[in-house]
C-alpha cells in the first residue's frame, strides 16, 4: 500500500502562482509513475500531469502545458506541481496519484491522495 498526501493549495488571485507537494509513504519501492489530476464541481477528474519515474518523461495537458511544471524527489519521496498565471479555469481539487505506467487515464492509477483545493480567484 502506498499513501499520499497533497498540500500546498489555497485562494490566490488570478495570475498568481502556487506549487502543490505531494508526499508518499508505506511501500513506495518503484517504479512508481505519479500523476496529477484535479477535478472541478460538476465535472469528471481530469488529466493535469504525469511524470515516469527518474523523471525522464513528463507529459502535460494541453490547458497547462507551459504554465505548470511538474517534478520528483525520489529520495525524499516527494512530488511537487509548480503552478504559474492561474486563471479562474484552474479552480478545482487537486489529487496525485501512483501507478506503474504512465497514462492520462485515471483508471490506470492504483493509489490517490485526498485532493487539495486550488481556488483561484478573478
Known amino acids: 500500500q502506498v499513501q499520499l498526501v497533497e498540500s500546498g493549495g489555497g485562494l490566490v488571485l488570478a495570475g498568481s502562482s502556487l506549487r502543490l507537494s505531494c508526499a508518499a509513504s508505506?511501500?513506495?519501492?518503484?517504479?512508481?509513475?505519479m500523476g496529477w489530476f484535479r477535478q472541478a464541481p460538476g465535472k469528471e477528474r481530469e488529466f493535469v500531469a504525469t511524470?515516469?519515474?527518474?523523471?525522464?518523461?513528463?507529459r502535460y495537458a494541453d490547458s497547462v502545458n507551459g504554465r505548470f511544471t511538474t517534478s520528483r524527489d525520489n529520495a525524499k519521496k516527494l512530488l511537487y506541481l509548480q503552478m504559474n498565471s492561474l486563471n479562474a479555469e484552474d479552480t478545482a481539487v487537486y489529487y496525485c496519484?501512483?501507478?506503474?505506467?504512465?497514462?492520462?487515464?485515471?483508471?490506470?492509477?492504483?493509489?490517490w491522495g485526498q485532493g487539495t483545493q486550488v481556488t483561484v480567484s478573478s
Open positions: 508505506g511501500h513506495t519501492l518503484g517504479p512508481y509513475v
Open positions: 511524470i515516469s519515474w527518474f523523471g525522464e518523461t513528463i
Open positions: 496519484a501512483a501507478g506503474r505506467r504512465m497514462s492520462i487515464s485515471p483508471q490506470a492509477y492504483d493509489y
